[in-house]
């Protein structure tokens, strides 16, 4: 059995049975960059639908350890050393003061720091091996943001005091395009 992925920036469509043949003559980026000292494993680099990654042992009918490339990181380019660095996450960084472990991560959407079911995101990849215990605690200290960085929408314009209510009212840009607000009633533009 013969397999190839496909580039996301491949429209259904356009796949025809010669790009297909393509695809699959090309053959995989799949290999093996070293043996993991711990474990005595093999440890693969592959290209996957989702994304490249690195994976720590072969696939014998189990789920073995697997954690996406970072930003910058490539199949071509990625060492043992940052390998071995990537399968090493979740990286525990301690336990906070209430004695819940805290550790940085790299999921779906980045790279985060998880205490229990709490969150906080980081900024760049690079603080997942960084980041200090002192760190996540002053994170973890603060509020959560909002959700989808919705932190209330700067004004584009003031238009001056509403007569009836007495609030200001201003445009503002926010999801869906520009509004007015007094802010108590929105109304879209």
Do not use: C, W
């Amino acid at each position: 059995e013969i397999r190839a992925p496909v580039p996301e920036d491949l429209a259904p469509d356009e796949l025809t049975v010669e790009r297909a043949e393509e695809l699959l003559g090309a053959g995989s980026n799949d290999r093996v960059i070293g043996v993991d000292p711990g474990s005595g494993l093999p440890v693969l680099v592959r290209g996957g639908r989702f994304g490249p990654y690195v994976q720590l042992g072969e696939t014998n009918g189990g789920k073995p350890k697997t954690q996406s490339l970072l930003d910058g990181m490539t199949l071509d380019t990625i060492t043992m050393e940052q390998a071995l660095q990537l399968l090493s996450l979740p990286r525990m960084l301690g336990t906070d003061v209430d004695g819940e472990a805290i550790e940085a991560t790299h999921g779906r959407y980045g790279p985060y720091l998880k205490k229990g079911s709490d969150s906080r995101s980081l900024d760049h990849d690079s603080q997942l091996f960084s980041v200090t215990l002192d760190e996540a605690r002053a994170l973890f200290s603060q509020p959560k943001p909002a959700r989808g960085g919705a932190r209330g929408a700067a004004a584009l314009r003031e238009l001056g005091t509403d007569p009836e209510s007495g609030h200001p009212v201003s445009v503002k840009e926010g999801r869906f395009g520009p509004y007015v607000t007094d802010g108590v009633t929105n109304a879209s533009l």
